[in-house]
């Protein structure tokens, strides 16, 4: 039976590099995201490269009938690995952003993933495998004042993908969390702030390469990166006010 692959959010930057990466290890390939041109000419380029099939779907994560679509449109694929990746950022000082952006974010960050992975963990217990990525962040390691909610969410993801994994792994089914630091992508640009090259920086395929890697090791904690790797450790270790104030001013230094 075809091996397919769902990667939310998928139409650039990590989660389209995520993509590549599977389909090279052959699995078929179902893209996500909500620029139906983008993803389509995604699909094609994959599917000439590896030979895999492909699928697209255009949902908006944040709106109330998307997992059922999405739900709806996969029921004939056996999904062997769901990648929870969409995902945007809401910066600034939390009396001063805007709630509706930062209520969207929670949907795409938290629930859509918990409904999603509800479903899709089932079907992999029937099947007796499967993996789950969840792509939370290096913030999820610590609080991080200018991007409060962004933040709680990513350490949602990440909390949530340890427990799950501790339950799910006798049944065959192994949850990951990928902890990316500074990633090249369209995160920022989409946020208004213009793509700097930063020494920490890393580029989507990179990381893309490290998650499908720990991915397949069945890696609970995926922190890719040396820099990410010193942050993770070193900053829960800090008494709280040092580290929200090395935080603080990290975000303020990227003009958050
Ligand atoms: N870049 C970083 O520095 C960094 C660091 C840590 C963690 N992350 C996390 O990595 C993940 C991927 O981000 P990225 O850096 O690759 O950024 P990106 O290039 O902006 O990609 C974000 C993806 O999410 C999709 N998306 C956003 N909002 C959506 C919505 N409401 N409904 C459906 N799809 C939606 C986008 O699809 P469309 O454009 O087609 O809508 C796009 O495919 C995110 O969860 C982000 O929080 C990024």
Redesign the pocket.
Known sequence: MEKWALI??????????ISYELAKKNYSIIL????TE??HSIAADIEDCYKVQTKVI??????DN?IETILTLTEYQNIEVLV??????VAGAYNATDIEAEL?MV???VT?PMYLIKSFANKMKNNGKGHILN?????SYFSVPKQAI?GAS?AFQHSFSKALNEELKTQGIHVSS?????????????QGKKEKKYLI?MT?EE?AKIAVKGLFKKKVSIVPGIFNKFMAFTIPKLPDRLALVIIHKMNKGRGF
């Open positions: 939310t959010g998928s139409s650039s930057g990590i989660g389209k590099a996500h995201g909500r620029n983008i993803l255009n949902v908006d994560l944040s709106e998307a929870n990746n969409a995902g945007f950022g969207k949907k795409v960050h859509a792509v939370s962040s290096l913030y962004y990513k990928l902890c990316p630091g500074l990633t090249y992508s369209k995160f920022r640009t989409r920086g989507s990381v």
